[in-house]
């Protein structure tokens, strides 16, 4: 060995870029928010998972691969649920990439387009793996702020995607906030990307806002564009997949799919997940029962905590942002003893805010309550 030569440690190996990455926050461990509070039964409401479970067709489809066993591995293409989704949205199967949920995708896409030093526009408040991602391969991101409404800011958009970024990140609707851009507001960003750039238009929660008539179809609005593109949405939302894991994209070309296709692991989507996807793609009437429920209780509940004096972003997703007045870290740990969990957001700018995912309406009764009493409390 080298005595001029500083001993190597696992520290020094890691690359700078990750070394400086902000961890994902999943939430509070269930188990140990039951063993703090003492309830019998914890409620989750911190993954924006569906509490109305899967369609019957789900459970038959997995129970006839589990009986088939499982020891070969999964089709490494997808090839029958690539199919029935380009059915369903009447685009080719090649034009369809598979991932393990849609962020599988989005670290595929950072994978494969991204140099150190590229630019990277999304917005904020955001979901994290848009700026983590991006800051893995070495790339800068700019987030947009939304205007003191929640609303979209047109002016900060084309002034952020001007300075030429390579990847866009647009949720619609946004996670964390819910908020939706309508047909006018999507069509002003779309035509202010550089064409330069790949823009990635993430609808994950895009079910529960396609009941709203002011709600622009991502892939209608992108279909006829001749520049580089690609739609993301999940089953793990309002298909109730989230256990299994199975998000897709659609992308402009094929040219996009085969990059995606060479940094992919080749069966990151196990047998499971893919005939489950199967099975809730053909279940629409279970589909539109979710959303039916989910939005009946985002407006009761959105509701009962303005009465209280919240302030609670109008939300077309499963989800609610909710200014608490004070530390949501305070407020996430109160509602940990009550047995309730909830995502304390730490964005700057937003401390106070916490995302709570609805539940059945007894669980966001329960909810409702106990952030009441806790917001009554003097905990600033």
Not at 22 to 35: F, H, L, Q, R, T
Not at 73 to 91: F, M, N, Q
Not at 262 to 269: A, I, L, Q
Not at 271 to 278: G, L, N
């Amino acid at each position: 060995m080298n005595p001029t030569l500083a001993p190597v440690t696992s520290v020094s190996l890691i690359r700078g870029e990750v070394a400086g990455l902000p961890g994902y926050d999943p939430g509070a461990d269930p188990d140990e928010v039951a063993a703090l509070s003492g309830a019998g039964r914890v409620i989750k409401l911190s993954n924006n998972e569906n509490p109305y479970g899967t369609s019957p067709a789900v459970a038959e489809a997995v129970r006839a691969v589990l009986a088939g066993g499982v020891s070969r591995y999964p089709d490494p293409t997808g090839k029958r649920l690539a199919e029935a989704i380009g059915t369903s949205l009447d685009v080719p199967a090649e034009r369809v990439v598979l991932g393990n949920g849609s962020e599988n995708i989005l670290e595929l896409l950072c994978q494969a387009v991204l140099d150190a030093g590229d630019l990277v526009v999304t917005q904020t408040p955001g979901f994290s793996l848009h700026e983590i991602f991006p800051r893995v391969m070495g790339a800068r991101v700019h987030k947009v702020p939304v205007t003191a409404e929640f609303g979209f800011d047109a002016a900060a958009w084309r002034d952020a995607l001007a300075a030429g970024p390579k990847l866009v990140f647009l949720a619609n609707p946004c996670n964390p906030t819910g908020a939706m851009l309508d047909a006018g507001e999507l069509e002003q960003i779309v035509a202010a990307v550089p064409e330069s750039a790949l823009l990635v238009l993430d609808e994950a929660y895009g079910e529960f806002a396609r009941t709203r008539p002011d709600y622009p179809d991502g892939l209608d609005a992108l279909r006829a564009l001749d520049r580089p593109w690609i739609v993301l949405r999940t089953f793990s939302k309002a298909y109730g997949l989230a256990g299994v894991r199975v998000g897709y994209g659609i992308a402009s070309d094929t040219a996009l799919i085969q990059a995606l296709d060479r940094v992919r692991t080749p069966y990151n989507v196990n047998r499971p997940a893919q005939d489950a996807a199967v099975a809730a793609l053909g279940d629409r009437e279970h589909l539109a029962e979710t959303v039916r429920r989910t939005a009946l209780e985002i407006a009761r509940v959105t509701d009962r905590l303005r009465g209280a004096g919240l302030r609670v972003v109008p939300s077309s997703a499963n989800f609610l942002f909710i200014d608490t007045g004070r530390a949501s870290d305070r407020v996430a740990r109160e509602l940990h003893r009550a047995g309730i969990i909830v995502k304390a957001w730490r964005e700057p700018g937003y401390e106070t805010y916490i995302r709570a995912s609805l539940s059945t309406p007894g669980d966001n009764d329960v909810f409702v309550r106990c952030l009441m009493e806790i917001c009554a409390k003097d905990t600033t």
